[in-house]
């Protein structure tokens, strides 16, 4: 079975310019990510249009796929960028990794491959919990009234505890089968989930999370005396 990751870095981030060679605690952020998964695989590839980004690559070990420019623009789609690297790799699984998320560590990465293989999964998926995300907490407006999301849910308070837990994406890692890419798609209906942490499941899209994040990786490194 051939099982291929590929991290996507476009050059033309608008939230954080150049946010995915940008440093964050001495190294550029797509090598967090891609140092992970060279822990799991022999080869890494990294889909980008931008010669910078993929010199960079390069000096972390990745092998580069070049992606069009009509690809890396901002309405462009991941699964187009996908579809796009499986010509060339023709895998029976992608294993679509984040280089925006910096905790993702090998063994999340492992852990999603195996579930794939073992449920013969279309699609795995990380989460994180989420309370916040609980039906119950949230809401559409019309024309400034409350409305609630689904009707099994009222938009009231109540004790955490005792509400299902409720999870979402954290964007960090998609194992995606080579049918469900066929159809255009990164979630299949034969679909799993792989539950990350809170702490790892950062992801940088604002120049506060470059601090949050640096914080917390200089705070991982400080021995307990």
């Given at each position: 079975?051939?099982?291929?990751?590929?991290?996507?870095?476009?050059?033309?981030?608008?939230?954080v310019p150049r946010k995915n060679i940008r440093d964050l605690n001495g190294k550029p952020l797509l090598s967090y990510a891609l140092t992970e998964a060279l822990k799991v695989f022999p080869k890494v590839y990294l889909s980008t249009?931008?010669?910078?980004?993929?010199?960079?690559?390069k000096t972390y070990g990745a092998n580069i796929i070049l992606r069009p420019p009509?690809?890396?623009?901002?309405?462009?789609?991941?699964?187009?960028?996908?579809?796009?690297?499986?010509?060339?790799?023709?895998?029976?699984?992608?294993?679509?990794?984040?280089?925006?998320?910096?905790?993702t560590k090998a063994e999340d990465i492992q852990a999603c491959v195996d579930i794939a293989i073992s449920k013969k999964a279309d699609s795995v998926?990380?989460?994180?919990?989420?309370?916040?995300?609980?039906?119950?907490?949230?809401?559409?407006l019309l024309e400034?009234?409350?409305?609630?999301?689904?009707?099994?849910?009222?938009f009231q308070t109540g004790e955490r505890q005792?509400?299902?837990k409720v999870y979402k994406r954290n964007t960090a890692i998609y194992v995606i089968s080579k049918s469900t890419i066929r159809k255009g798609l990164i979630c299949g209906k034969n679909i799993f989930g792989y539950v990350m942490s809170k702490e790892q499941s950062w992801?940088?899209?604002?120049?506060?999370?470059?601090?949050?994040?640096?914080?917390?990786i200089k705070k991982m490194e400080t021995p307990i005396l």
């Open positions: 079975m051939k099982i291929f990751p590929i991290i996507l870095c476009r050059g033309g981030s608008k939230g249009e931008d010669e910078e980004i993929a010199e960079v690559g009509k690809l890396a623009q901002d309405d462009s789609k991941s699964i187009d960028a996908v579809k796009h690297a499986q010509k060339t790799l023709k895998a029976d699984y992608i294993v679509l990794l984040n280089a925006c998320t910096p905790f998926v990380s989460l994180v919990e989420d309370f916040s995300s609980h039906p119950s907490k949230v809401c559409y400034n009234k409350i409305m609630p999301i689904t009707s099994g849910y009222s005792l509400q299902t992801d940088i899209n604002e120049p506060i999370d470059f601090e949050i994040c640096e914080f917390l």
